[in-house]
């Protein structure tokens, strides 16, 4: 059975240090987050800098709806071949706006289908936590054996947690 | 100038989220009132329907008058929304805190009141969908990808789409705040909404990383929807005034002049009816005015270059059009109207420190700029369209009629309606940035001064 | 802005891609003195390199005005034979006049990372006096605005006959007086510096333009006021001279051409090239005067960035004026893009797309690019090739039209292309050569970054530990 551990910090330097704590009593990289309600500058907790792929999901959405706009707006106009002041069917500027704007609407869709999978969200099973993180405390929360959940209390109550909380 | 102190997170909380805890006094009675005015608006709406177009002042030639005018107006007012938000994370401006939110909501409801005037200016609104789709398989009618009337919607949804998904993006952490606040259904609500927010540091880094890439893929789309509006006019080289080249970056430039206005007018609303003293501070409006002087000069320039190129070819039409446009009764007191609100009395009071940061001066300075652009769009579409063309047998000037006025106020009662129904819902100033610019905000020792300084993460 | 590297900054930008590459340290801070003197050693640094330089240029520019006056001889009446001169001078304010914006706008915005490279993009605007040089034959060559009885449109319309002349003469000299004042309000306290530690003339030089100055906060508070006007005033005449050059020197002597994006157009490509050339120099300015310490990459990525909006920017202009024109149906409305896309300078044209928009683009786009020194110079040169190019397809194209046509209500019929020759080639050479040469000659007396501007920069910049990470703090003053 994995269990749960929260450690509540009011000051941000113990919460670094609990982080470190744990670190040290051989817990591996990942098991253990730190929770806040503002932003840190990154490692501001000695925490592990994530990675992430978000990057991709713009450029594979634009690639996608701009083939669809392309179908689209070329099908059309091969469907319906209506001459209009002397261009041809096909007139790259004219489609231009709709390709454009497919790419973009599928760039941005995806974008943020990305930031919520790559935030891994929806996280329908969180686990432990405290409302008053988003009050400004700080939490520090790790996933382990029942074993090992003692010394993992030991090491955030070491460095000065106003309260644990397990799950 | 800076005016931001220490506030901690409890405080934060508690303040901004007013609306949604602890729903101010006034906002039932304003929403009911607001609500029975958007209420008669759609019944009004409901009577243009069911007896067509002859109840607006509507005639030949002008066939494209108040409904078409204000559509662009709210296209234009939705430009503030991304502009802010967007330009200002991308140049990492710390005032833009408070702004973002509010902005990108204006963007969002003015968008989608602008959608609504297309639709009623059709006349048989239904219709409009065989703009859209395929409307007759059997002879294999399309529809025409190379009309602008075409790239309209596309554009506009593609924005709305946008924005909204930016809107929410940038909500989930004050979701999971609010879910830490409420109970009972309310609380329900916020957990499916917040999609378990944690606040850990990889949901941070893609709030933020997130925030800007989607800023940076909103700005192009955000300059393409008012060129694209733009472009409904300028490929028509048929009405005279309309066709050219500089109207795609004149209507952005001009729409960014009226949205940012909006928001300083919105923001002003803010401050005083949510009593938000702490978060909207003057140096914002500050901020703001000086962003506006520089916009505002930038569309005068345009707005210069626009009339000089259409006199340039010295084509009688055009040159008549210009003289009717600028010194004929009733243009004449429009057009003077128009540079006056839209210009000279905002710009000259904005050069004024002391309004800078006067907020209630701010605010009216504000309106006046809207007044302004809404006329602006009105001397563009209106007056190209009155004049006598080849094949136009008849012509006259165009007047508004007592409804098309008041559905422009509709709009208006509309648009506030929704802002303040989400108000009931959702925080209008984005709780993690304030408490992020806390974090971030220090200050360096320089002498005996302390200068204020902000934490820039290397990278 | 924080500057090169530890971690991928969750705030700091579109770069968190580049988290893979190498962690860089934050720079670090420089003392004021070592700045002081470091910087004053730079008008002598590299003394011998430097000369040899200046004479090859200085031979280049004038082999230019001799062809030039050999030209004039030869090929006086024959207009058509100066439209590569002219799109060398359009190129030449458009790249050169548009760096000092970089520092304008960097000032007026307050953003810290533009202090050390205000410096070098003030002293760009000296080319407004090799620009005006230059335009001398230009206007000269330019034809009347009545032409046998015939008037051609114009921004002047009824005007005297010789507005263009008069007015682009007072553009250019409110352009050059605005670029001293410029580089003059900026550098007031670098003639201190030279004053207290030159020696020589240099000296003696400094301690005459200091104009007494020694730093009091009055002093310093009428300085930024200075700079706050100058830079408004050149900003103005930049407008204004793009305006004048634009539609005198192009727009007006094709008849049918009626762009009202035109003006601007030209601008926005100006600011790009601007930016480049900035680039372009910070780029020497690092490998030639080792000023690897006050040179960041933080610099380079933010003009990266600009660049990068206003490569975007420029296809938005152009397809602006283009979609307009594409739809029109009237005879000018095809004549532009006849004339001037598919007519004689159409592979121009392309070249033109594919080094001012497409390729910048595309290796723009890259975060790790615009996060080096090489990638951005690289984005910088291609922009400048590209900006170069459409200055010919547009300027050739307008100086080719026969004079006796140009009054007419569009063009009908197209003048065939044509190529420079050895001349033309030699005059664009030396008025290249002389702009550098004399951005050179002035880094000889001026220090290449501001002293004051540094040392500024310096002052407001920290670089701390932040619990368990190391961040940059920025003063912000005001």
């Known amino acids: 059975m994995s269990k749960s551990v929260l450690g509540l910090y009011n000051d941000p330097n113990q919460a670094a240090d609990a982080m470190d704590a744990l670190k040290n009593a051989g817990f591996a990289q990942g098991t253990f987050d730190v929770l806040t309600g503002t932003p840190y500058p990154e490692g501001a907790f000695g925490e592990h800098v994530p990675q992430h792929r978000l990057f991709r999901f713009p450029a594979f959405g634009a690639i996608i709806g701009f083939t669809l706009a392309l179908f689209l707006t070329a099908a059309t106009q091969i469907a319906y071949p209506l001459v209009t002041g002397g261009k041809p069917i096909l007139s790259l500027f004219a489609m231009l706006v709709i390709l454009y704007e497919m790419s973009m609407l599928s760039a941005v869709i995806s974008t943020v289908v990305g930031i919520v999978i790559e935030s891994r969200l929806p996280n329908v099973n969180p686990g432990v936590y405290d409302n008053r993180i988003t009050e400004g405390l700080i939490g520090v929360v790790i996933t382990t054996d029942d074993d090992k959940a003692d010394t993992a209390i030991d090491a955030l109550n070491g460095a000065g947690a106003m309260e644990i909380k397990q799950a | ?459 | 802005m924080a500057s090169e590297a530890v971690h991928s900054g969750a705030h700091s930008g579109v770069h968190a891609e580049a988290h893979e590459e190498a962690h860089h340290e934050l720079p670090a801070r420089v003392e004021p003195d070592v700045t002081t003197s470091e910087l004053i050693a730079t008008t002598e640094a590299n003394a011998t390199g430097v000369r040899n330089w200046m004479w090859i240029l200085g031979a280049l520019t004038l082999v230019g005005i001799v062809v030039a006056f050999v030209k004039v001889l030869i090929e006086w009446s024959d207009q058509d034979e100066w439209g590569y001169t002219a799109a060398m001078v359009a190129f030449l304010f458009s790249a050169f006049g548009g760096a000092p914006l970089v520092a304008i706008a960097g000032t007026l915005a307050k953003g810290n990372w533009v202090r050390p490279i205000a410096r070098f993009a003030a002293l760009c605007s000296l080319v407004s006096i090799i620009c005006t040089i230059w335009m001398i034959p230009l206007i000269l060559n330019l034809p009347m605005l009545v032409v046998d009885g015939a008037r051609r449109r114009s921004i002047w319309f009824e005007g005297p006959d010789v507005s263009p002349h008069i007015w682009a003469l007072v553009a250019m000299i409110t352009l050059i007086i605005s670029a001293l004042g410029l580089i003059y309000a900026y550098a007031i306290p670098d003639f201190a510096a030279m004053r207290d530690h030159s020696t020589g003339w240099k000296q003696r030089f400094g301690a005459w333009l200091a104009r007494g100055w020694i730093g009091t906060t009055v002093q310093w508070r009428t300085m930024r006021m200075r700079i706050g006007m100058m830079g408004t005033l050149y900003f103005f005449t930049f407008v204004f001279v793009h305006f004048i050059i634009s539609t005198d020197f192009a727009m007006s002597l094709v008849p049918g051409w009626r762009d009202a994006i035109f003006p601007m157009y030209h601008a926005i490509s100006s600011i790009q090239a601007g930016l480049a050339v900035t680039v372009i120099g910070l780029w020497a300015a690092r490998k030639y005067l080792g000023l690897n310490k006050y040179l960041h990459l933080d610099q380079f990525w933010s003009i990266g960035r600009l660049m990068f909006a206003f490569t975007l920017l420029w296809g938005y202009f152009f397809i602006s004026a283009f979609i307009v024109f594409w739809y029109g149906r009237s005879g000018s409305d095809q004549m532009w893009i006849d004339y001037l896309i598919l007519g004689p300078y159409f592979w121009v044209f392309i070249l033109a797309v594919l080094f001012i928009w497409f390729t910048p683009w595309w290796w723009l786009i890259w975060n790790r690019v615009r996060r080096s020194y090489n990638g951005t110079a690289i984005g910088a040169g291609l922009i400048l090739l590209g900006v170069f190019l459409d200055r010919v397809r547009l300027y050739v194209a307008a100086w080719t039209v026969p004079e006796d046509r140009i009054h007419e209500r569009f063009l009908t019929e197209y003048p065939s292309t044509v190529y420079p020759d050895v001349m033309d080639i030699f005059i664009m050479v030396g008025a290249l050569a002389g702009s550098i040469l004399l951005i050179l000659a002035a880094t000889r007396v001026l220090p290449i970054l501001s002293i004051w501007d540094v040392q500024q920069f310096n002052l407001l910049y920290r670089p701390v530990e932040y619990m368990k990470t190391k961040v940059s703090l920025i003063g912000k003053p005001d």
Do not use: C
């Open chain 2, 1 to 459: 100038m800076q005016q931001r102190r220490t506030i901690d997170q409890i405080h934060t909380n508690r303040v901004l989220l007013n609306g949604q805890l602890d729903t101010p006094k006034w906002w039932a009675p304003t929403v009911i009132v607001l609500g029975i005015i958007v209420a008669i608006g759609f019944f009004l709406i409901g009577i243009m329907v069911n007896k067509g177009l002859g109840v607006t002042g509507l005639s030949r030639p002008v066939y494209w008058g108040l409904f078409i005018t204000t559509f662009v107006f709210w296209v234009g007012i939705s430009h503030a929304g991304i502009m802010i938000s967007a330009i200002l994370r991308l140049s990492q401006a710390e005032w833009r805190r408070p702004v973002t939110r509010a902005a990108e909501l204006l963007t969002v409801f003015s968008l989608l009141t602008a959608l609504l005037f297309p639709l009623m200016h059709a006349g048989r609104p239904w219709r409009i969908i065989y703009f859209i789709l395929p409307y007759d398989f059997a002879r294999g009618i399309m529809p025409n990808v190379r009309s602008p009337l075409i790239w309209d919607p596309v554009a506009i949804s593609t924005y709305l789409t946008g924005s909204t998904l930016f809107l929410y993006i940038a909500l989930l952490p004050d979701l999971g705040n609010l879910r830490d606040r409420t109970t009972g259904w309310q609380n329900a609500l916020y957990t499916i909404l917040a999609l378990g927010w944690r606040g850990n540091p990889r949901q941070w880094k893609l709030q933020t990383v997130g925030g800007i890439l989607l800023s940076a893929l909103m700005l192009p789309i955000f300059v393409s929807v008012h060129s694209i509006v733009s472009w409904d006019f300028a490929v028509t080289p048929a009405v005279e005034g309309w066709h050219s080249t500089i109207f795609a970056p004149y209507f952005v430039i001009g729409a960014v002049h009226s949205g940012v206005s909006a928001v300083v007018t919105m923001m002003a609303l803010m401050r005083w009816l949510w009593k938000w003293e702490d978060f909207i501070r003057p140096e914002h409006f500050d901020a703001l005015a000086r962003l506006l002087i520089v916009v505002a000069t930038g569309w005068l320039a345009f707005t210069f270059l626009e009339l000089l190129f259409a006199v340039y070819g010295l084509d009688a039409p055009e040159l008549e059009l210009r003289d009717m446009q600028i010194f004929q009764w009733p243009w004449n007191l429009l057009f003077v109207t128009f540079l006056f609100t839209g210009y000279i009395i905002p710009v000259g009071m904005w050069l004024q420190k002391s309004v800078r940061n006067n907020i209630a001066l701010m605010f009216w300075s504000s309106l006046f700029v809207n007044i302004g652009m809404w006329l602006e769009r009105f001397m563009i579409i209106v007056p190209g369209l009155a004049r006598k063309t080849p094949f136009v047998y008849t012509w006259e000037a165009y007047r508004p009629s007592g409804l098309e006025w008041f559905i422009l106020f509709w709009s208006l009662a509309w648009v506030t309606f929704l802002m303040l129904l989400f108000s009931r819902f959702f925080p209008l100033v984005p709780l993690f940035e304030q408490k992020e610019s806390q974090t971030f905000g220090d200050s360096i020792k320089i002498g005996r001064v302390r200068v204020p300084a902000i934490v820039r993460e290397a990278d």
